[in-house]
Nanobody, 123 residues
Framework: QVQLVESGGGLVQAGGSLRLSCAAS????????LGWFRQAPGKERAFVAA????????YYTASVKGRFTISRDNAKNTVYLQMNSLKPEDTALYYC????????????????WGQGTQVTVSS
């Protein structure tokens, strides 16, 4: 099993920044991708970004490209999502996920999920 715990969410004004963290523990997952997803009220959970543990491969959904940066610290088993120039439409519950052995944007590709951290962007 892999346990994931997100942190770093909060309330921020439009144009501000937040950094989310996802701490992983449990079985080794060095061959897995880590992904960030988000779910706004009344909407489906949607892909945000993903990163591989070993090759620094990253991928972003179009709406966050250039504003969000995904990174990881393997020594700390932690993945980060730096979010800059936040917009009200970025308001959502943000989840990290792992378990995929390929770069994937589909929720079904990921086997392990955290509980989520709330990000609220005021206008």
């Amino acid at each position: 099993q892999v346990q994931l715990v997100e942190s770093g969410g909060g309330l921020v004004q439009a144009g501000g920044s937040l950094r989310l963290s996802c701490a992983a523990s449990g079985r080794t997952f060095s061959s897995y991708y880590l992904g960030w997803f988000r779910q706004a009220p009344g909407k489906e959970r949607a892909f945000v970004a993903a990163i591989s543990w070993s090759s620094d491969t990253t991928y972003y959904t179009a709406s966050v490209k250039g504003r969000f940066t995904i990174s990881r610290d393997n020594a700390k088993n932690t993945v980060y999502l730096q979010m800059n120039s936040l917009k009200p439409e970025d308001t959502a519950l943000y989840y990290c996920a792992t378990g995929s052995r390929v770069l994937a944007t589909a929720r079904s590709a990921y086997n392990y999920w955290g509980q989520g951290t709330q990000v609220t962007v005021s206008s």
